[in-house]
């Protein structure tokens, strides 16, 4: 226990702070304008690395596979906003793509105690496209009941998202644990002070300040920032005033997954990519929007930091109870001040 | 409507079915009918808490977890447990669930709405992280095996004996939560989960009658989990973990919120589908996420609230305060 010790876990818990930031951040604004608890983040950190693996497998370069695995991912977090989330106008595309989906299974499942319907691409389509439209005349005949207004709902709706993209994972990219192996340039380590500091997790420091620089200015610059701001205040009120509050958060939406998966492309360099890697974020980044307060960017750095500080501390001072010493913290503070500590009342 | 008397009869006669049909299928059935009667438990008293007091817990794996390491370390650490002490070990458990939750329902109680969910997971992570990281007395990872099953003048290690007794422990829960919720405390807890602040006006002390469904909710959850630990012979944190606490939620919103049986149901579904379904398919999960997403976009109020929308659909085609009556559920 010397002052080595001290220098080497805080610059560890500092830089996984800075990773827990990255998805913590977007988990945060998706609350603070959407009120919706969304459990399926720690799957956009997931599919990020694993789409970062794809892109460097196809062409070799990381440095590209870091804004086209979060766009991505992106793309994947405003559908599933717009189209199950928040589905007024899109009923019909949403229909179409449930009564695919479950067709798809149910042909599958066909499949197993007749193998001829999966032998070849004729049958397979025709019985999926027969089973689509009869589940589609069922489905838009049920009258629907709106989601907005329940947050047990929605949490379980993305929950069953958390499964499907899991499931997908695995059968996309198969369950071994994979690496993703940054350039050269970033696996070395500096050494100051006779104390090593691998150049890479300074890398991740610096990308997550780089990144909560610019989310703060988007936020309090832009006009964009201050309907968000507006929204997560008062979302009637801001709707009231003529921000569109739908296009808030959709926005919001598709920024908190691709910092999610921004997160797992440079995460999965020292956590490695692995199943059940999202829910094991899950509950980290849940941490930091608590401690830090819902919908505030500052409350999720400093919030992402204790984490980090805390995480690391905590496994090496404490193993046993290091978990606990986590989420007892959150308990206290969600019990003193529900809206986190630095949340907008 | 079937009247009161009627659904009990059937409820009645679906459980002697079930205790006569069981034990004459496969091995692989009475296993998988044990589990799912133990989980039913904890998907009831999830149940008391959503269904009829308006409060969802994301945490409940923790009294769950709770009742099934107090099981484990009971048998594997003091040998208590094994013999006609069995009985001791199911009445700790319910106490530990209990008091577990006597001191949970301190700090989440306060909260309301989507906060309490936040902070239910959040005490649920805890027990989590200390069922994950106190070797010592957890086994961490690994978790606890624990040899054998009870026998006191009954052989427990019959899959069919024991099957009997937590079908028992199933019937005599559902009977007591069903006691309990048509009793004047169990009407005002639905009058709190309908409006809180007129039962405050009224004079009701909300947080009291809340804090008491919390704490025996806490104790059928301590139950659930002994009847799992002995059901599985092994407890690890998988058994804590918060895809457990949202099973259960998802159990009871599948089923039917405040109908008890829904939840037995739900139980009985969402355990099919993870047990028996990955069995069979390598793709069981997109069948289980598949369900989450259709119960929640199609079955508002569950299988049990489906004559209701039928009946709703037939009196008021067309209408559309049909689908608005609806929402006025519990949230």
Known sequence: MNTQFWIVQAFNGISYGALLFLVGSGLSLIFGVMRIVNLSHGAYFLWGGYIALSVIHFTGSWTLSLPLAALAVAL?????????????????????????????????????????????????IAVTALAAVALYTLL???????????????????????????????????????????????????????VYFPVYRMFMIAMAVAIGIVLWLVMEKTRMGAAVRATVDDAQMARGVGIDTNRVSMFIFALGAFLAALGGVIG?????????????????????????????????????????????????????????????????????????????E | ??????????????????????????????????????????????????????????????????????????VTKFHIGMGWDFWLVVVLGILIGCALAALFGLFAIRAGGVYFLMITLA??????????RWNSLTGGDNGINMTGRPQFGLDLSNEVTFFYLVFAFFAVSMLLLYVLVRSPFGRS????????????????????????AFIIAGGFGGLAG???????????????????????????????????????????????????????????????????????????????????????????QGNDQASKKLVSKPS
């Open chain 2, 1 to 74: 409507m079937v009247s009161q008397r009627v659904k009990i009869l059937i409820v009645f006669v679906v459980l002697a079915a079930l205790a006569f049909i069981v034990p004459n299928s496969g091995s692989f059935v009475v296993l998988l009918a044990t589990r799912a009667m133990a989980f039913a438990i904890l998907a009831m008293s999830v149940d008391l808490l959503l269904g009829y007091t308006g409060m969802s817990s994301m945490g409940q794996a923790a009294y769950f977890g709770v009742g099934a390491y107090l099981t484990a370390v009971m």
């Open chain 1, 140 to 194: 838009s005949r049920i009258s629907l009941v709106p989601i907005e207004s329940d947050p047990l709902r929605q949490v379980l709706l993305t929950v069953g998202f958390a499964f499907l993209f899991q499931q997908g994972a695995l059968d996309i990219w198969g369950g071994n644990n994979m690496d993703i192996n940054p350039p050269a340039v970033l696996t070395q380590s500096m050494v100051i002070g006779g």
């Open chain 2, 123 to 132: 005490l649920g992570q805890c027990v989590w992280g200390l069922a994950y």
């Open chain 1, 268 to 344: 999965g360099a020292f956590l490695g990519i692995y199943p059940g890697l999202d829910f094991e974020m899950l509950p980290l980044a849940f941490a930091v929007v608590i401690i830090g307060g819902m919908g505030s960017l500052g409350g999720a750095a400093i919030g992402a930091l204790a984490v980090g500080l805390a995480d690391n501390f905590g496994k090496a001072l404490f193993p046993e109870v290091s978990y606990f010493t986590l989420y007892a913290p959150m308990v206290l503070i969600l019990a003193i001040k529900p809206t986190g500590l630095f949340g907008r």
């Open chain 2, 189 to 212: 807890l639905a009058g709190i989960r309908e409006r809180e602040l007129r039962m405050q006006i009224l004079g009701y002390n909300t947080w009291l009658h809340k804090y008491i």
């Open chain 1, 76 to 124: 994947i977090g405003l559908l599933m906003e717009r189209l199950f989330l928040r589905s007024e106008g899109f009923e019909y595309v949403r229909n179409a793509l449930i009564a695919l989906g479950i067709a798809v299974l149910v042909s599958l499942s066909i499949g197993r105690w007749h193998p001829f319907i999966v032998a070849g691409w004729g049958p397979f």
């Open chain 2, 226 to 316: 002994v009847l799992w630990a002995y059901t599985n012979g092994h407890v690890s944190p998988e058994t804590v973990v918060l895809t457990t606490s949202v099973d259960a939620l998802l159990m009871v919103v599948l089923g039917g919120a405040g109908t008890l049986v829904g939840a037995a149901i739900g139980a009985a579904i969402v355990f099919g589908l993870r047990e028996f379904l990955s069995t069979l398919v390598p793709w069981w999960q997109y069948a289980l996420g598949g369900v989450y997403v259709l119960t929640i976009l199609y079955l508002p109020m569950g299988l049990m609230g489906i004559p209701a929308r039928f009946r709703q659909r037939l009196t008021s």
